[in-house]
Antibody, heavy 121, light 112 residues
Framework: EVQLVESGGGLVQPGGSLRLSCAASGFTFNNYWMHWVRQAPGKGLVWVSR????????DYADSVKGRFTISRDTTKNTLYLQMDSLRAEDTAVYFC??????????????WGQGTMVTVSS | DIVMTQSPDSLAVSLGERATINCKSS????????????IAWYQQKPGQPPKLLIY???TRESGVPDRFSGSGSGTDFTLTISSLQAEDVAVYYC?????????FGPGTKVDI
């Protein structure tokens, strides 16, 4: 079964750090671009970041640029999101998601269940 | 950034009736080299991740019921549910994947 499972969310103080993980299974992880998308409570979907199949190319939303780092470990089939200098407005459910085909841009066909990040003192 | 707007914000439809959701992009998302519109539609139910319904503006994802259809080109797109079922109650989002940053519409809530 094709699956993405996020972990690592939790409560963190403003200015703190957190690392999210997304374990992939059921497909050849190395072949796909991977993304993070977040959703603040009761709000819509917001794209956060993307990483290419070999981990050499990244893009970020302006709101997280310089604070978040996306990476992947192909030996562990895992995607990461290192989040530093966290702010209250980063509070959201974070989803990892896969691009539908092995190309740079396509729709997202597989989503994890999400992990909740709460930034509060 | 490409701004995505949706209308209406919410709608209530009787079981078996048609639901129509509109999505507009602030610039064309039609890629001339392949004549594809870089638009997807997702369905999200409470407490669940989004589910892909439509990609390339009008191609239905495998397993998605054929009562869901997408249309449009350039900057104006539509998701139609031809005969609303109880399980279709959800929020629906359009998304452009033409350019970074990828952007989503604000969502349309569909109720019975």
């Amino acid at each position: 079964e094709v699956q993405l499972v996020e972990s690592g969310g939790g409560l963190v103080q403003p200015g703190g750090s957190l690392r999210l993980s997304c374990a992939a299974s059921g497909f050849t992880f190395n072949n796909y671009w991977m993304h993070w998308v977040r959703q603040a409570p009761g709000k819509g979907l917001v794209w956060v970041s993307r990483l290419n199949s070999d981990g050499s190319t990244t893009d970020y939303a302006d709101s997280v640029k310089g604070r978040f780092t996306i990476s992947r470990d192909t030996t562990k089939n895992t995607l990461y999101l290192q989040m530093d200098s966290l702010r209250a407005e980063d509070t959201a459910v974070y989803f990892c998601t896969r691009v539908r085909t092995m190309v740079i841009t396509d729709a997202f066909d597989i989503w994890g269940q999400g992990t909740m990040v709460t930034v509060s003192s | 950034d490409i701004v995505m707007t949706q209308s209406p914000d919410s709608l209530a439809v009787s079981l078996g009736e048609r639901a129509t959701i509109n999505c507009k992009s602030s610039q064309s998302v039609l890629y001339s080299s392949n004549n594809e519109n870089y638009i997807a539609w997702y369905q999200q139910k409470p407490g669940q991740p989004p589910k892909l319904l439509i990609y390339w503006a009008s191609t239905r994802e495998s397993g998605v019921p054929d009562r869901f259809s997408g249309s449009g080109s350039g900057t104006d797109f539509t998701l139609t549910i031809s005969s609303l079922q109880a399980e279709d109650v959800a929020v629906y989002y359009c998304q452009q994947y033409y350019d970074i940053p990828l952007t989503f519409g604000p969502g349309t809530k569909v109720d019975i």
